[in-house]
T-cell receptor
Framework: QKEVEQNSGPLSVPEGAIASLNCTYSDRVSQSFFWYRQYSGKSPELIMSIYSNGDKEDGRFTAQLNKASQYVSLLIRDSQPSDSATYLC????????????FGKGTSLLVTP | SAVISQKPSRDICQRGTSLTIQCQVDSQVTMMFWYRQQPGQSLTLIATANQGSEATYESGFVIDKFPISRPNLTFSTLTVSNMSPEDSSIYLCSSTRGSDYGYTFGSGTRLTVV
């Protein structure tokens, strides 16, 4: 089983701060990486996808990928209380066709 | 991204019965998947729903327990058979047009077996 590891948290940051979420993966040939946000009782919502080494920015969100070190991270700038949710890291698993393999998620709490 | 309509949104079922969950996508997609998410846990892949052929199941999941259909490119069903309380979970379908596109999720089915 190819693993995707995340710190379960909770990660608590004050409003306006930068939240940094990290993820490591074991499948060295993985090519596609995704960050999902999941509010309690809701289904996962795609925030970012990243396929190449380096940074990818979209609004307040920046995804960072380092394939050599097998980690992917998500930065949330100017964190808002509405960002409080569980953030799931997902990797396209080479052993399951095109299906995604998910980490356990990091719970983020943004305090006013 | 595709929009997925999933139903029912929740159900309470008696042990030993079966429940069929349906997902309808608003556009043609290449791949459809079924996941289970137990309380406080992440998503576990049950199977890949293959159009016009038998689903591909992950280790620990079998066709007799979780029969899946995908008669066309936009529709799939998952049946949870002979249910026990251990099957109480959220079941989610997902779809993609390819791994270079996003994967979207249905709203989920919260199943409680009593």
């Amino acid at each position: 089983q190819k693993e995707v590891e995340q710190n379960s948290g909770p990660l608590s940051v004050p409003e306006g701060a930068i939240a940094s979420l990290n993820c490591t993966y074991s499948d060295r040939v993985s090519q596609s990486f995704f960050w999902y946000r999941q509010y309690s009782g809701k289904s996962p919502e795609l925030i970012m996808s990243i396929y190449s080494n380096g940074d990818k920015e979209d609004g307040r969100f920046t995804a960072q990928l380092n394939k050599a070190s097998q980690y992917v991270s998500l930065l949330i700038r100017d964190s808002q209380p509405s960002d409080s949710a569980t953030y799931l890291c997902a990797v396209k698993n080479s052993n399951s066709g095109y299906a995604l393999n998910f980490g356990k998620g990091t719970s983020l709490l943004v305090t006013p | 991204s595709a929009v997925i309509s999933q139903k029912p949104s929740r159900d309470i079922c008696q042990r030993g019965t079966s429940l069929t969950i349906q997902c309808q996508v608003d556009s043609q997609v290449t791949m459809m998947f079924w996941y289970r998410q137990q309380p406080g846990q992440s998503l576990t892949l049950i199977a890949t729903a293959n159009q016009g052929s038998e689903a591909t199941y992950e280790s620990g999941f079998v066709i007799d327990k979780f029969p899946i259909s995908r008669p066309n490119l936009t529709f799939s069903t998952l049946t949870v058979s002979n249910m026990s309380p251990e099957d109480s979970s959220i079941y989610l379908c997902s779809s993609t047009r390819g791994s270079d596109y996003g994967y979207t999720f249905g709203s989920g089915t919260r199943l409680t077996v009593v």
